[in-house]
């Protein structure tokens, strides 16, 4: 799911392992909060997945493009 550099990987990581503590949470009725859906949380990760590896220079790097998003020729 999530490609790019090690540190965006690992706080990708963090994010998921976070979120899915809050839903198993709810889901064993121990904290009831927001009552928004796993798929809503899903698309701000992955949102914020793209958003964060566009501007982040190591995974420009990785994929071989300026930090504009073109491709180095």
Known sequence: MMMGCRK????GG???LLFG????????GVWDFWGIQWYTILF????????GSSQC??????????KSGMKKK
């Open 14 to 16: 963090v994010l998921l």
């Open 21 to 28: 503590i809050v839903f198993l949470l709810q889901n064993l």
């Open 44 to 51: 701000l990760i992955v949102g914020m997945a793209s958003v």
């Open 57 to 66: 220079t190591d995974c420009c790097a990785v994929y071989g493009e300026s």
């Open 8 to 11: 965006c990987r690992s706080l």
